[in-house]
C-alpha cells in the first residue's frame, strides 16, 4: 500500500470533521497526483452533498462598461468614450422580462466602476425590477461595486448595503475576488478594492444576514501559495459567518487584455480540476462548489462533477465578461444541462440562488 492511500483517507477524515488544514498540508495537496486529489475531493462531496448535480436558471446583465479600475486581467472595460454604454432602466427591464419568460429565477447584475452613476440609480432599478417581477432574486453587485459605491457617496459599507438591499438586492455574488492576495492585486488590478476590502464587504453582509458566494480566478501570475492565501480567507470568514453559499473558482481568460502579452493561454484542463479539487479539500465549511461551464466546456464540467463540484452553475441566458476575453458564449439550455449530468449518471435538479430545490 503507498503513502497516498493513508493520505487520502486522512484528508477525506479531516475534511468531515471540520478541521481546517494548516499551510504546509494544504501546500503538499498540490504534490499529490491528480487522480488521488479527484479522489479526495470526490469522496468528500459525495458525503456532504450525496450525488445529486444542481443548476440555476439566470441571466448576467453588465450595465455599464464604463469603469475607473482598468484592471489588467480585463477586457471587459471601454477603452474609449466611443465604446463605452450605460444602460438604460428600460433596456435591463426588457433583458430581465426575455429572462424570466424562458424561467430565469436569478439575475445578476454587475458592472464597471463609475463616479457619474450614483446609489440612486440603483435604488431606483432594484425597486423598479422588484415590483415587476416579484419571484426574481436580485443575486447582484459584487464588493468591489458595493466598496465604490460607499466610497463615492461618502457612506459606509452598511449603510450602503442596507439602502440597496432596501430597494430589492437580495444577495452578493462574489466576483472581483480574483486572487485574495494583494502582492497579486497590486499587480493584476492597482486600482481596485483590497483584498481586506473584498472581505470586509462580505462580512458586512453576512452580518446583515445576506448570503453571498465566493469566486477566484486564478491561471495568471498567482503561485500556489497565492491560491491558499485567497482560499484560506474565505475558510476563514466562512468559519466565522457562514455565509458564503458556494465557492466558484474559474479560469482566467486572456485574450484582449493587457496581460496578454505575458500570457498568451488559459491554463490546462489539468490544472483547472487540481485547483477545483483543492478547493472542495480545503473549503469544508462551504458546501457548494461550482463547476464553470463558462470558462471550460461541457465536457470539463462533466469532469468537474468528479473533482469536488455538486454544481453546475447557471444556465446564464447573457454573458459580457468572460466572451470579451475571447471565450465563446453560447447559452446553455436547461436541456443541454441535465442531458449533460444525466450522461455521467447523476441526477439533476433546478435549483434557486439558496440552493433551495425547485
Ligand atoms: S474587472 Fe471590473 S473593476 Fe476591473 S476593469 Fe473590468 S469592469 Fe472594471
Redesign the pocket.
Known amino acids: 500500500m503507498n503513502t497516498d492511500y493513508f493520505e487520502w483517507e486522512d484528508y477525506v477524515e479531516r475534511n468531515l470533521e471540520g478541521a481546517d488544514l494548516n499551510f504546509k498540508e494544504a501546500l503538499h495537496l498540490f504534490d499529490l497526483p491528480l487522480p488521488v486529489i479527484g479522489r479526495i475531493a470526490d469522496e468528500i462531496r459525495r458525503s456532504r452533498c450525496g450525488e445529486l448535480v444542481t443548476f440555476v436558471v439566470d441571466r448576467n446583465i453588465s450595465y455599464t ?1 464604463r ?1 475607473v ?3 489588467k ?2 477586457a ?2 471601454a477603452r474609449n468614450k466611443e465604446e463605452s454604454y450605460v444602460l438604460s432602466k428600460e433596456e435591463i427591464l426588457r433583458k430581465i422580462n426575455d429572462a424570466v419568460d424562458v424561467g430565469a429565477t436569478q439575475i445578476l447584475i454587475q ?3 463609475d463616479p457619474e452613476i450614483r446609489i440612486e440609480w440603483f435604488e431606483d432599478l432594484f425597486s423598479a425590477i422588484k415590483r415587476e417581477f416579484l419571484g426574481v432574486q436580485l443575486h447582484s453587485l459584487s464588493p ?1 461595486e458595493i466598496h465604490f459605491i460607499a466610497k463615492n457617496e461618502g457612506m459606509s459599507i452598511r449603510e450602503t448595503l442596507e439602502r440597496l438591499r432596501e430597494a430589492g438586492l437580495d444577495s452578493l455574488p462574489g466576483g ?1 475576488a480574483e486572487i485574495l492576495s494583494d502582492s497579486v492585486r497590486k499587480v493584476i ?1 492597482p486600482n ?1 478594492i483590497s483584498a481586506d476590502g473584498w472581505i470586509e464587504v462580505m462580512e458586512t453582509a453576512h452580518e446583515m444576514g445576506m448570503k453571498t458566494t465566493a469566486t477566484m480566478m486564478f491561471g495568471h501570475i498567482e503561485r500556489n501559495e497565492d491560491i491558499l492565501e485567497h482560499l484560506f480567507r474565505i475558510r476563514d470568514l466562512q468559519n466565522k459567518t457562514k455565509g458564503f453559499t458556494a465557492f466558484i473558482p474559474w479560469t482566467f481568460q486572456p485574450k484582449n487584455t493587457e496581460l496578454y502579452d505575458v500570457i498568451k493561454e488559459p491554463v490546462p484542463v489539468t490544472r483547472y480540476l487540481q485547483v477545483l479539487a483543492i478547493s472542495r479539500i480545503i473549503l469544508h465549511s462551504v458546501r457548494n462548489i461550482q463547476a464553470s461551464w463558462l470558462t471550460q466546456d461541457f465536457d470539463v464540467d462533466k469532469l468537474a462533477l468528479f473533482f469536488g463540484a455538486n454544481d453546475f452553475g447557471g444556465t446564464i441566458l447573457e454573458e459580457n ?1 468572460v466572451t470579451a476575453a475571447g471565450k465563446e458564449h453560447k447559452p446553455a439550455k436547461v436541456e443541454d444541462i441535465v442531458k449533460a449530468v444525466k450522461s455521467v449518471g447523476r441526477p439533476v435538479a433546478q435549483r434557486n440562488t439558496e440552493y433551495e430545490i425547485l
Open positions: 462598461n469603469c479600475s482598468r484592471c486581467f480585463c471587459f472595460y458592472g464597471g466602476l468591489p472581483g488590478s481596485k465578461v
